[in-house]
């Protein structure tokens, strides 16, 4: 599957961007979900690595600290009636995939903002 496909980020990157942007991504992923463990980041993440560290790190997330999850979403700015109307509509085996892919899109879309926009 494509970085584009799996990474939503808001606008089209270059081959040499890449890097860079997944980087940023992992190391904002880990800032956001600290003190919870992302995993160690590697000097260049893939878009399948940060994706499947980011589902396992939600999945012990939710069946360990299930009461953690909301301030977690609360950091990374997601709003929470997106998540429940996400969560309501998707059979249970969805559910954890679905909400990596909203933090996903969230994450991907500060880290795009703040490496295109500074002031």
């Known amino acids: 599957m494509s970085t584009e496909a799996l990474i939503p980020?808001?606008?089209?990157?270059s081959e040499q961007e890449r890097p860079r942007l997944l980087k940023a991504l992992a190391e904002q992923i880990a800032k956001d979900l600290a003190p919870f463990d992302f995993g160690a980041i590697p000097s260049e993440p893939s878009a399948d690595w940060i994706s499947s560290n980011l589902q396992r790190a939600l999945n012990k997330l939710v069946v360990e600290q299930g009461r953690s999850l909301g301030v977690v979403l609360y950091r990374i700015d997601i709003h929470e009636l997106k998540i429940k109307r996400a969560m309501a509509e998707a059979s249970s085996d969805e559910r954890l995939h679905l909400l990596t892919q909203h933090v996903l899109e969230r994450e991907a879309a500060k880290v795009w903002m703040r490496l295109n926009y500074k002031p």
């Open 9 to 13: 980020f808001p606008g089209s990157i």
